[in-house]
């Protein structure tokens, strides 16, 4: 069965870092849009990173700019979220998804985890 599996939520200090990670299972992914979501209650699920596997071309908003990077690990079939300079203002549930282009909403993105919770305290 495929699907993504992400890990390495919890909770942390404002100021930290920490790193996501979204293992693909059940496949060898060949997808080319490739991103990281985050949703806090009652909101839908925003981008904050997709990555083009086919332009090799990366966008960040602007509000993780300079302090959030995605990499992937074809070999791993994974895909890394670095996050650092943590704020409050981070916490969120985050996922990870893929699908056959990149694209700056969810709606773009056909497979996805289950999402992994990341809550930042001042």
């Known amino acids: 069965q495929v699907q993504l599996v992400e890990s390495g939520g919890g909770s942390f200090q404002a100021g930290g870092s920490l790193i996501l990670s979204c293992a693909a299972t059940g496949f060898r992914s060949r997808t080319n849009g490739t991103g990281w979501f985050r949703q806090v209650p009652g909101k839908g699920r925003d981008r904050v990173v997709t990555?083009?596997?086919?332009?090799?071309?990366?966008y960040y908003v602007d509000y993780v700019k300079g302090r959030f990077t995605i990499s992937l690990s074809t070999a791993m079939n994974t895909v890394f979220l670095e996050m650092t300079s943590l704020t409050p203002e981070d916490t969120a549930k985050y996922y990870c998804?893929?699908?056959?282009?990149?694209?700056?909403?969810?709606?773009?993105?056909?497979?996805w985890g289950k999402g992994t919770k990341v809550t930042v305290s001042s």
């Open positions: 998804a893929t699908g056959p282009n990149v694209a700056s909403c969810e709606s773009g993105y056909n497979l």
């Open positions: 990555n083009g596997a086919s332009t090799g071309r990366t």
